[in-house]
Each structure stands twice: as C-alpha cells, then as structure tokens.
C-alpha cells in the first residue's frame, strides 16, 4: 500500500498478508471482500492461500468460489491507484461495486471520485453504497458531501433528514458534524439550515450549530439572533454564551465594549467568556485591564496555558519583563508551549542585556519557523557579542535549513554588517537578493538605507522611488526620501512634498516629526523645527533625534539646553553614530 493510495483511501493501514488473505477468503455473509477493504487498501500482490483452507472457509459461509475475474479487476484498480492513474482505479471499484454491492468496496469507489472532484462517478458510487447499507452514518454524509460539491441542495438536504433521524450519535455531535460539512463551502450559505429549522428551530443545539455557521459565513447578525434564541431556551449555557461574546468582539459595534463587560459580570465563573473579553481587550489595545481579565481566567482556569502565554504577552506589552519571565518560565515545562516560551525567554534576556544567557534559551528553540525565529535572533546576539565569525556561520546554516525564508535571513546578514559598517558587503548581499527576488520591498528598503550610507543617492532614490510607484502611501519610503533629501541635499522643496504626506499619513511618529523638524530647521524657520523636535524627542529620545534637537538649540542660542540634551544622549549611547558625529563637529559642548 502506497501513501499515495492512503491519501485517496483516508484508511489505516494493516499487515501486508492478512489483508490479502482477507481478499481471498470470504469471512462472512457477502460475496466477497468482506474485510478486505475494512480500515485498509487491497495490496498488490498475492499471498495464495491454501486450496483446503479456502474451500473450508467458503463451506462455512456457504458460498460459491471467488469470480476470478473479479480478483483480478479489484487487484488492476489498485495497482492502477499505486501507480498514480485514479481514473482508471476509480472505474475499476465502480465496476467492482456494481457487480457485488459490497458496501466497502462502494466506500473505496467514493472516497476516490471525492478526491478527485469527479461529482458524476461519486453520484454513481455513493449511490451503490447508501442501496447496500442504507443506515451507514458514514455513506449519507458522504453523499451530502457528494450532492453539495454538484450543488444540488435538494437531495443533499434529503440525506440529511435521514442522516439526522438516525439514532446511531446524540444530535448535538450531529450539529457539529453538519457544521463542519457546510462550512467547507461546498455548497451553501444558510439555505439548508434554513428549511431544518422547520423540524429542527427549537432545538438549542440546533439554534447553536446555526449560530456557528452564520458566525463563520460572517452573517454576524442572523448568528446573533440564533445564538439569543438558544440561550432562551437554554439559559446559562456556557458554550453559548462564549460564543454570543465572540459574536458581539467581531461584530464590532458602538456599545461592544458594554455588552462585553456586562455579559462577563453576569458570568465571572465562565473561563472562556472571559478569555474572549481579554482578548477583545488586546483588540481596542486596552492592554492594563486586558491583562487583569486575563489573571481572572487564570484564576478560574489554572490549567489555561494559552490564558497564561496571552498575559505573558501582555505583560511584555507593558515591559514588565520580570513578570513576564516568571510566567514564561512556567510554561517552558508544558511541552506544547516549550518552543515559544524559550524564544521570548530569549528576547528577554536580550532585552536585559544578557546576551549569553539569550543566545542559550535561543539555543534551544528546536521545531519550525519557531527554530527560525530563534535563529535569527540568535544571529544578532552573535553580533552583539561580537561573535561574527560565529554569526556567519549560522547564516549560512539557517539559509539551508529554510530556503523559504531566504529574505529574512538576508535581511538580518545586513544588519549585522551594518552594526560593523561594513557597508560595501550589505550592499553586495541586498545586490545578489534582489536579482533573486526583484521588486521585494524589504529589499528595496534595505538597499536604500544602505545605499545613503555610501552616498549613492542614486541607489536610494531608485529604490524608494520604486517602493513609491508600488505604494504612494508607503510611509516610510515617503520618510526616507523626504529626510534623505533634506539631509544631503538642497532640494528641500522636493523633500516638503514628500515629508508633507508622510506626516499627514502618520502624525504621531516620532521618528516622522524628527523629519519634519529637521525640514524647517534647514528652512530657516527654527521656531518651528523646535515644536517639532522638542516633541519627537519627549516620545522617542533616540540620539539621532537627540543630534537634530541639540543642534537647532545651539545654532539658537539655547546653550545650556543643547548640551542637557547632548550628554544625556551620549550617557546612553556612548558608541552613536550621531552623537560621535555631534562630539567631532562641536567639541566645545563637551568640554567640563
């Protein structure tokens, strides 16, 4: 048995030879086969069973020898499956199923015309199946399958109703069944549930499977309805009412935040209420009463591990790290959350500044894109470590471990030879990227900001002006242009016109306001870039925004301040560019 036949079969596989056996001896009441396709495939070749056993099993069923020719023609449909012609296995089980009405080789017949999307034939072997085992649970919900991928709701809604008045499964695992097949949008939007409700509308776990699907079909306001109409019949519903919650966080009206808050203070013992309401929270960015919501669900809930990874988050969010830490630290020891808290473990660490111990818990991140992540943070560390011998050799690493993330490996080579200023090697690295993947705009971006470090403004303004004509609104190549031609060139009108709309897209970057400042101090209007850089420095004190603010209030008379501001600066980035540049060009500020 091929795992190419397994993916047509969906069936477990069993021992080679018993299987065959199971072919060639009848076992029990039908004409043949019956076993042979039970939680298995028809293997291809034969293991002859012995003449006296085969004839005393067939005495025992009281049946007729095996049609050789039947053997013969199951045997060419597998092999024909294992070899990758389906057609022509498909027409082998559908004739085979016609001539026996075996049910189980009728099932193999539809599972193939399923998988490959020929609605005729499976008509035809869903058929032969439901005429040989009418009560099957499994073959009407193949034929509702079967009848909504042709789009004839008509007889897919009839073998629901019988599929529904089937006692073989309570009705509420039914509903969700029937949920999952709708929702493959194969057919329907809500017609169906529709024209059950006549028999089905007052049913709660009816009204709550209605509810789902309309919830995922983004029909948010019938979803709504239905979901009311079942908690009035079944009041307290705790499913039902995490679900209404859900409903309200997507919907997204004026008075969510109200309805949220009351439905969880009428319920505070229901865990998955409230993790919704912690993470509608995080939605509005209300990260201080997201993270005590999410305490709560703790609370309630000791054993949520993804309430604890949410305000594990948050509280990074809110750079408390030693909190963070502690609940990272816990879940390194839950298996399924063992990855992902190393990797933030990790940024953690860097974040402190505990750059050996980073590099160890991204050491240990071992599955996925995870693995990559850690990886490339790893890189970094490296580089901060001045490991870069090191940190080359896991690039090269990473790039075949994940072909696919081949840019963003690319991307953090750069960065790091730019922290060494080793400007003409980023710029041969973003060179070669690009002629494998022209156009890529972190590429583009990259090579741009490079490029200004050479003074190849020629690259630059290729490059943004290509990112431009892709995205007028791309802000931050509106940024970079407009800052790069106030800051080596004169045509600072040009650059009013790009830094204009960039601060009109986003009013609050500091690191845009910076720009803008920069812009009307070369302008000559001081009074004004001042308003500007004061502010961009009260949000961001970066020293590169600390060089600009420094420099207009000296050129302005406003000594003492400017060198408030440089020395502080310096104090927290002794080795910035900017303010070695600001020591070199003013070395009177620094005298004690």
Request: net charge negative.
């Amino acid at each position: 048995m091929t795992i190419t036949l397994l993916k047509i079969a969906a069936v477990n596989q069993v021992e080679y030879f018993r299987v065959i056996k199971q072919l060639l001896i009848p076992l029990s009441g039908l004409l043949l086969l019956h076993g042979c396709a039970k939680d298995a495939g028809i293997p291809i070749a034969v293991e002859p069973a012995a003449d006296e056993t085969s004839k005393k099993m067939e005495a025992e069923a009281g049946r007729s020898p095996i049609d050789p020719d039947l053997v013969y023609l199951l045997l060419s449909a597998e092999i024909a499956g294992q070899r990758g012609s389906f057609e022509k296995a498909l027409d082998g089980y559908l004739e085979a199923a016609e001539r026996t009405r075996d049910p189980k080789i009728a099932e193999r017949a539809t599972q193939i015309a399923l998988f490959l999307r020929d609605s005729g034939k499976a008509v035809r072997a869903v058929s032969l199946w439901i005429d040989s085992a009418p009560d099957n649970s499994s073959a009407r919900k193949a034929a509702i399958l079967v009848y909504l991928s042709r789009g004839d709701q008509d007889q897919a809604l009839k073998h629901i109703r019988y599929w529904l008045a089937m006692k073989e499964s309570p009705f509420q695992q039914k509903m969700e069944n029937l949920v999952k097949i709708l929702d493959k949008g194969l057919a329907t939007r809500l017609e169906i549930m529709d024209q059950l409700a006549d028999s089905y509308g007052n049913d709660p776990d009816f009204l709550y499977a209605y509810a789902v699907l309309a919830f995922n079909k983004n029909e948010l306001g019938t979803a709504l309805e239905k979901i009311n109409k079942a908690l009035e019949l079944k009041p307290d519903w705790d499913r039902a009412i995490a679900l209404k919650a859900r409903i309200i966080a997507v919907e997204g009206r004026e008075d969510a935040s109200l309805q949220m808050q009351e439905l969880v203070e009428e319920y505070p013992d229901n865990a998955e209420l409230g993790f919704i309401y912690g993470q509608y929270l995080i939605k509005v960015e209300d990260y201080e009463a997201a993270r005590v919501q999410f305490q709560k669900v703790i609370e309630l809930a000791p054993e949520n591990h993804e309430a604890k990874f949410g305000l594990a988050g948050l509280n990074l969010q809110l750079n408390d790290l030693d909190a963070a830490k502690k609940l990272f630290l816990k879940l390194k020891d839950v298996p399924e959350w063992a990855d992902q808290s190393y990797l933030f473990l990790g940024r953690i660490e860097k974040n402190k500044g505990n750059y050996k111990d980073s590099l160890a818990w991204f050491d240990r991140v071992s599955n996925g894109p995870i693995a990559n992540e850690a990886g490339l943070n790893a890189v970094l560390v490296l580089g901060k470590l001045g490991r870069f011998q090191e940190a080359e050799t896991r690039i090269e690493e990473l790039h075949r471990r994940f072909p696919d993330q081949a840019v963003r490996i690319d991307l953090v080579r750069v960065e790091l030879l730019t922290k060494r200023k080793e400007y003409d090697r980023a710029l041969a690295v973003l060179n070669s990227a690009l002629k494998k993947h022209p156009g890529q705009s972190e590429l583009l971006y990259s090579r741009a900001l490079v490029a200004e470090r050479l003074d190849r403004l020629d690259i630059l303004e290729a490059d943004l002006g290509m990112l431009l004509r892709k995205n007028p609104e791309d802000v931050n190549a509106l940024n970079a242009l407009g800052y790069t031609l106030v800051d080596k060139t004169s045509r600072f009108q040009e650059a009013q016109k790009y830094l204009d709309q960039a601060i009109k897209l986003k009013p609050d970057d500091p690191v845009i306001i910076d720009s803008y400042g920069w812009l009307q101090f070369k302008l000559g209007n001081h009074q004004k870039a001042l308003e500007y850089l004061r502010r961009a420095f009260s949000e961001n004190p970066d020293p590169e925004i600390a060089a600009h603010l420094g420099e207009v209030l000296w050129v302005s008379g406003q000594i003492s301040e400017a060198k408030d501001v440089w020395h502080k600066a310096l104090v927290a980035d002794p080795q910035s560019d900017y303010m070695l540049n600001i020591k070199n060009r003013f070395p009177e500020a620094f005298v004690d």
